[in-house]
């Protein structure tokens, strides 16, 4: 189960600047709700275009019956998340920011280094 999926464009890469060889920062929106999102991508590894569109999913979990992960990488080869797509990253929220009574929130991950913020309406 997921907590998010939708289809994001891809609208700016690295609008700032290049920082590294291999990573670029892209910002993109997505289709169904509206979201901002600007996300870190190990490009040499899976690399994007602006106006590219991908699908996105975030997961509490890889496993496809629901269960909690151990907390490291299952190379058991039993059917995974992983399995459904090109690029998977693993990471800890490290900030989810939200005023009282005001439907816009902000959630910040940390993927060992790679950052992702994604912005919008909560609703």
Do not use: C, W
């Not at 058991?76 to 929220?93: C, R």
Request: aromatic share 12%; glycine share 8%.
């Amino acid at each position: 189960m997921f907590l998010l999926e939708d289809l994001f464009d891809v609208k700016d890469i690295d609008q700032d600047g290049k920082k590294f060889d291999n990573v670029s920062r892209i910002q993109a929106l997505s289709q169904t709700y509206n979201l901002e999102l600007t996300l870190d991508v190990n490009t040499e590894v899976y690399p994007m275009k602006v106006f590219d569109r991908f699908s996105m999913a975030i997961a509490s979990t890889l496993r496809k019956d629901g269960a909690p992960d151990e907390g490291s990488y299952d190379q058991s080869g039993f059917e995974s998340h992983a399995d459904d797509f090109e690029y998977v990253m693993y990471g800890k929220v490290f900030r989810h920011h939200q005023k009282h009574g005001d439907p816009d929130m902000s959630v910040f991950v940390s993927f060992g280094g790679l950052l992702m913020h994604l912005r919008g309406d909560e609703g």
